[in-house]
């Protein structure tokens, strides 16, 4: 049963446009949103995240909303650069959930051509 | 500080053989955590820590032990390893703190099973 789902495994775009990631989860305890980048032969890094009491939230170049009625978030990079060329996971978690555990989606390969 | 470290970056194993990876973090988390990454399948957690001395099973634990003596030690051992068990493992800390989800990743450790 895959709670948190990224639907496409990858996404091309041009340097410069906006690049769109969407996250669809099934629990509905899920209160809490994050989006993590990695590079090959590395980590994951943290990146943006969101509570279930917002809608939107802005970093930079980079904005997290969140439809909770649709049970759906999207990630959008705006302009896209080619450093932003990586994997983009999407993870979820719920307040009550012991040890503050993460689920994570599959995963989309962004690649940002130049 | 260092952050994360795993160690080996790198192994290969043998069917039937054992091995421990090491898991070392210098941030004086709380919670600490073992995923495994595999194609197409994101990442699952194995076993997590709520602090030294516990531990917890994750999404995945078959095949799997760990152990938390150290709170900035967190080891995952396989004790007779299978080549469904080739993988890219991900340690990871964080905080315990009301809200707080971030967790923060080592480089991982590829795994090859034969």
């Known amino acids: 049963d895959q709670q948190v789902k990224q639907n496409s495994p990858s996404l091309s775009v041009q340097e410069g446009r906006i690049s769109i990631l969407n996250c669809d989860y099934t629990n509905s305890m899920f209160d809490y949103f994050l989006w993590y980048k990695k590079y090959p032969a590395e980590g994951p890094t943290f990146l943006i995240s969101i509570s279930s009491i917002k809608d939107k939230n802005e970093d930079g170049r980079f904005t997290v909303f969140l439809n909770k009625s649709a049970k759906h978030l999207s990630l959008h990079i705006v302009p896209s650069q080619p450093g932003d060329s990586a994997v983009y996971f999407c993870a979820a978690s719920a307040r009550e959930t012991s040890g503050s555990r993460l689920t994570f989606g599959e995963g989309t390969q962004l690649t940002v051509n130049p | 500080n260092a952050g994360v470290t795993q160690t080996p970056k790198f192994r290969v194993l043998k069917t039937g053989q054992s091995m421990t990876l090491l898991c070392a973090q210098d941030?004086?988390?709380?919670?600490m955590y073992w995923y495994r990454q595999d194609p197409g399948m994101g990442l699952r957690l194995i076993h997590y820590s709520v602090g030294e001395g516990t531990t917890a099973k994750g999404e995945v634990p078959d095949g799997y032990n760990v152990s938390r003596l150290k709170k900035q030690n967190f080891l995952l051992g396989l004790e007779s390893a299978a080549p469904s068990q080739t993988s890219v493992y991900f340690c990871a800390s964080s905080y315990k703190r009301e809200g707080t989800y971030e967790q923060y990743f080592g480089p991982g450790t590829r795994l090859t099973v034969t």
């Open positions: 941030m004086n988390h709380e919670y």
